[in-house]
């Protein structure tokens, strides 16, 4: 009995330790699942910035003003009076988005001369001045975007900012990311250019994530671009490389595989420290960039085990002086410690945000396994307000569709309207219960509603876009049979693997 109750003992123990570290691990994979999202979201929030600055009223006006001959004072005046209404749109831009660095629109003319430029630095907002724009036609982020179909994104890799071909002193890491801009008859006109800084938008991310993990960001080849030492950062530049599968070999496998996680439960960083839990996963490149990017998150496997050890020393001592008492000891083993962590276990992996989360009990503990459900509480109440936030920046979204002063519409790849804000319902006489669910040709005349299915099959099957990231004149027909002459722009997106269109129409008719 006293051998059986002593292999008991011994199973119990190693049976919370796997308990233990299926918990761990499975709050990691959570934890990079937020930290993915917040990095989508940001990345997404960039490429609507893009889209915005494209299509706005003062680019368009500035590249019409540009158009004219040189010379003219009136002409000099009217192009320097645009160039400052961009400058207070880049500028709110910038004011709005701390990690946002530098706005740029580059022209293709004259060597890839910058048109204009704000610039933020330590949270104040400079407006460069003519003298100290530079020609950026040589440099490779303009090339490739400048090459680049209306509407597609460039996004750079992440690497330390240079100014004169010298790296820039303190370090600035920084990603650009930018959208061709064309003339109205097709050439390049040049490209809007946001650079961001990479460090603050790491920082925004590792936000997410719960106190007592530690954060790693590298890039595809295993550079490191954010570390807890940021001596190891960006040595790839800097003459000594730091590379995350030389800490998490497994890194190497899991690309090699074409895996897109991967868990090494023991790993010691640096060789002879504490061993750590560590979950990797590779993070999706956003549309148009050249790499992935690489996660990782640690804990110390010293809080998985400790309680482990805690219960193993506690059997010994009790188990052989009283079979009776290591019974019990046993059971209440069995209660105390098995089902609270299979309960915990079994409420991590049906966690979804959303969802309703029962109180664990366990939370009330002192012990580790009250840390284990605390520490799941809180990255439960975290998951949920991130999840909160995103649906507050949809709200926001959709108050300033809502308040634009332009009709804004959404089609799908058939043509069908998804989506019309209350300019376009002002601006067509209809209610957006007409005009939602039914073919966008109802707002066209004759010819264009006889010709649009085949401009739209035409374009879907791979032609040349006709209008897509250009903007164009066109006439629009209203519920009372008026016709009114319209400037659209268009912009194109993918959602669920469907291809959407979004349209901003402007009344020039009046």
């Not at 188990?319 to 105390?336: D, E, K």
Request: charged fraction near 25%; hydrophobic fraction near 40%.
């Amino acid at each position: 009995m006293v051998t059986s109750s002593i292999l008991m003992g011994i199973v119990i123990t190693q049976s919370g330790t796997s308990l233990l570290m299926e918990a761990s691990t499975d709050r990691l994979s959570q934890e990079s699942k937020v930290v993915a999202t917040r990095l989508q979201d940001i990345f997404d929030s960039v490429q609507r910035d893009l889209e915005f600055l494209a299509r706005s009223p003062s680019l368009q006006r500035l590249i019409n003003a540009l158009q004219t001959t040189a010379g003219d004072p009136a002409d000099d005046t009217v192009r320097n009076q645009t160039k400052r209404q961009l400058q207070e749109v880049f500028a709110a831009l910038l004011v709005n988005h701390p990690w946002y660095i530098q706005v740029r629109l580059i022209g293709a003319a004259d060597e890839g001369m910058e048109v204009v430029r704000v610039d933020q630095v330590d949270n104040r907002i400079r407006r460069v001045p003519k003298r100290e724009l530079q020609r950026k036609g040589q440099r490779a982020y303009f090339r490739e975007t400048i090459d680049k179909a209306p509407g597609e994104f460039y996004w750079s890799a992440i690497n330390l900012n240079r100014e004169h071909g010298q790296i820039e002193e303190p370090h600035q890491p920084v990603f650009r990311v930018a959208l061709p801009i064309a003339h109205t008859d097709d050439t390049p006109f040049g490209i809007v250019i946001i650079n961001l800084d990479a460090r603050h938008v790491f920082d925004a991310t590792r936000e997410v994530v719960s106190p007592g993990l530690t954060f790693y960001i590298a890039n595809r080849q295993g550079d490191y671009l954010y570390h807890p030492d940021p001596g190891k950062t960006f040595g790839f530049e800097l003459g000594q490389r730091y590379r995350i599968q030389d800490d998490f070999p497994e890194v190497t496998r899991m690309l090699d595989s074409g895996r897109n996680e991967a868990i090494m439960n023991e790993v010691e960083l640096p060789p002879g420290s504490e061993p750590v839990v560590a979950h990797l996963r590779l993070l999706p490149a956003p549309q148009g960039a050249s790499e992935d990017l690489l996660l990782g998150l640690t804990m110390p496997r010293a809080v998985i085990v400790n309680e482990v050890n805690a219960a193993r020393r506690e059997s010994a001592v009790l188990i052989l002086p009283f079979l009776l008492v290591g019974t019990i000891v046993v059971i209440w083993l069995v209660r105390l410690f098995i089902a609270p962590l299979e309960r915990v276990t079994r409420e991590v992996s049906r966690f979804a945000p959303g969802t309703r989360r029962p109180h664990l009990p366990e939370e009330n503990r002192h012990d580790e396994v009250g840390q284990l459900a605390q520490a799941f509480s809180l990255m439960a109440e975290r998951i949920e307000r991130q999840v909160g936030q995103l649906k507050e920046q949809r709200k926001r979204f959709q108050s300033l569709f809502e308040t634009a002063p332009d009709a804004i519409i959404i089609i799908d790849e058939d043509g069908t309207v998804e989506f019309i804000n209350g300019a376009a319902e002002r601006l067509f006489g209809y209610d957006a219960s007409e005009i939602i669910g039914h073919d966008i040709k109802m707002l066209m005349p004759e010819p264009d509603r006889k010709h649009h299915t085949e401009y739209m099959n035409r374009y879907l099957e791979g032609g040349k876009p006709h209008i897509i990231g250009i903007g164009r004149e066109v006439t629009g027909k209203c519920k009372d049979g008026r016709t009114i002459a319209l400037y659209l722009s268009i912009g194109e997106f993918t959602l669920d693997g469907r291809r959407k269109f979004t349209g901003i129409l402007h009344d020039i008719s009046v």
